[in-house]
């Protein structure tokens, strides 16, 4: 699966738009990008995933770039329950073997009152 | 709609005892996953069962760690003869079978995690 690069920290203003960057240079055709957050010791919460086209669901929006080399997981209005480690993951789906997530160290949004 | 259980959440054995954590998998999952997350680290991919079947136990320890997803009850996870580094958060996931078209999001458990005195 093609690594990814994020940043390790950002801030956000409780009630403003949270945008978390993703770099994936190398991602292959094939290759889901996936988001998955972490709050505190909590289980892996899964967000959201796309191929090639923008989506959008109750939790957030994901944009991946025309060349699918980078992608933004945006969160409409952040609350401080959304603070969290966000992963960006990018994997082969359906069946075809690459099944492991490779969580790298995300980034960690801090939601500020 | 009960998502992934995992029990028991908190779990504290001695050095030599034997650890068993199990995870029952959303309704009709038939995929498990193990993950294993050490203090301050990210999750380490374990093993990946179907009912009845290991497919791919690469991140496995050699030694001591055991997996297995029996045709009826829980998946179950278990560590010989513990050691104090084996102390960490184990996460269990699922997802539900492949069918062309769609795709096979992994939902975790809440975790279980093991002190090991």
């Known amino acids: 699966d093609a690594k990814t690069t994020q940043p390790t920290s950002m801030d956000c203003a409780e009630g403003r738009a949270a945008n978390l960057p993703c770099n994936h240079s190398t991602i292959s055709g094939n290759e889901y990008v996936y988001w998955y957050r972490q709050i505190h010791s909590q289980g892996p919460q899964y967000i959201i995933h796309?191929?090639?086209n923008n989506e959008t669901n109750e939790m957030a929006s994901l944009i991946i770039t025309e060349d699918r080399k980078s992608s933004t997981l945006i969160l409409p209005h952040a609350t401080l329950r959304d603070t969290a480690v966000y992963y960006c993951i990018v994997r082969v789906s359906t069946g075809a073997g690459s099944y492991q997530l490779t969580f790298g160290k995300g980034t960690k949004l801090s939601v500020i009152p | 709609n009960a998502g992934v259980m995992q029990n028991p959440r908190h779990l504290v054995r001695r050095r030599g005892q034997e650890a068993r954590l199990r995870c029952s998998p959303m309704k009709g999952h038939s995929h498990v996953y193990w993950y294993r997350q050490l203090p301050e680290e990210g999750l380490k991919f374990m093993v990946y069962l179907q009912k009845e079947n290991i497919i791919d136990e690469s991140g496995m320890p050699k030694e001591r760690f055991s997996a297995e997803f029996p045709k009826e009850g829980p998946s179950i996870l278990r560590i010989q003869q513990v050691v104090r580094g084996d102390s960490a958060a184990y996460f269990c996931?699922?997802?539900?079978?492949?069918?062309?078209?769609?795709?096979?999001?992994?939902?975790f458990g809440p975790g279980t995690r093991l002190t090991v005195l």
């Open positions: 996931a699922s997802s539900p079978p492949f069918f062309r078209g769609g795709t096979d999001t992994q939902y």
């Open positions: 796309g191929l090639k």
